[in-house]
């Protein structure tokens, strides 16, 4: 069973605007952390933002935010005035005990 | 960047060879990971090395082992291969093994196996 689903292969967004990436994963425990990982084509995966399950409070990052539904188990990254640099894959990751597991990833094209 | 390298950058195997693929984790970082990243797929966990001793594993059969050396220093390696072991093989490496800890990953290495 998938434990992390990214339901958007692609998307697009005009540069300045907002984009907003879809993640849901799937757990039985209380206390997780979920990371979004940027991957820009030249492979380098970086930290985009974290967010501690036991937080109530979305993490943000600059431009970078998400919305943690835990309940839902849902953990959606919402990127604001969008810019060149964004274009990358995003994946999202959840991690349990010492096992990490990474979505399928979103393809972010930005538009000129 | 990170601070993590690895090499070689790509590597071109046949089908039943060995091979050692590298990484350098940043300085002061002493817990190393592997993944395995197919064409248009996310990374799977391969298994993480903490002070030189396996601390975690994913699905992935015995001919892929590891070693971590005393500078943190890491290597995979993977016995018999097979067509689908081409792949982009990354590591990351951390402060410690715990699992809030952020990840730094390296380039990756590109592995064909024909």
């Known amino acids: 069973a998938q434990t992390v689903t990214q339901s958007q292969p692609e998307m697009s967004v005009q540069e300045a605007e907002t984009v907003t990436l879809s993640c849901t994963y799937d757990t039985s425990e209380s206390d997780y952390y979920l990371f979004w990982y940027k991957q820009p084509p030249s492979r380098q995966m970086i930290l985009v933002i974290r967010?501690?399950?036991?937080?109530?409070q979305n993490a943000t990052e600059n431009r970078f935010s998400v919305n943690f539904q835990k309940a839902a188990k849902s953990f959606s990254l919402k990127i604001s005035d969008s810019q060149l640099g964004d274009a990358a894959m995003y994946f999202c990751?959840?991690?349990?005990?010492?096992?990490?597991?990474f979505g399928t990833g979103t393809s972010l094209t930005v538009i000129p | 960047e990170t601070g993590v390298t690895q090499s070689p950058t790509h590597l071109i195997k046949t089908r039943g060879q060995q091979v050692t693929l590298r990484c350098s984790s940043q300085s002061g970082h002493n817990t190393v990971s592997w993944y395995q990243q197919a064409l248009g797929q996310g990374p799977q966990f391969i298994f993480q090395?903490?002070?030189?001793?396996?601390?975690g594993r994913g699905n992935f059969p015995p001919r892929f082992s590891g070693l971590q050396f005393p500078n943190y220093s890491s290597e995979l390696n993977v016995n018999a291969l097979e067509l689908d072991d081409s792949a982009l093989y990354l590591c990351a490496s951390s402060l410690l093994a715990g699992v809030e800890e952020t990840q730094y990953f390296g380039p990756g290495t590109r592995l064909l196996v024909l």
């Open positions: 090395y903490y002070r030189e001793e396996e601390n």
């Open positions: 967010q501690e399950a036991y937080k109530q």
């Open positions: 990751a959840y991690i349990r005990g010492n096992q990490f597991y």
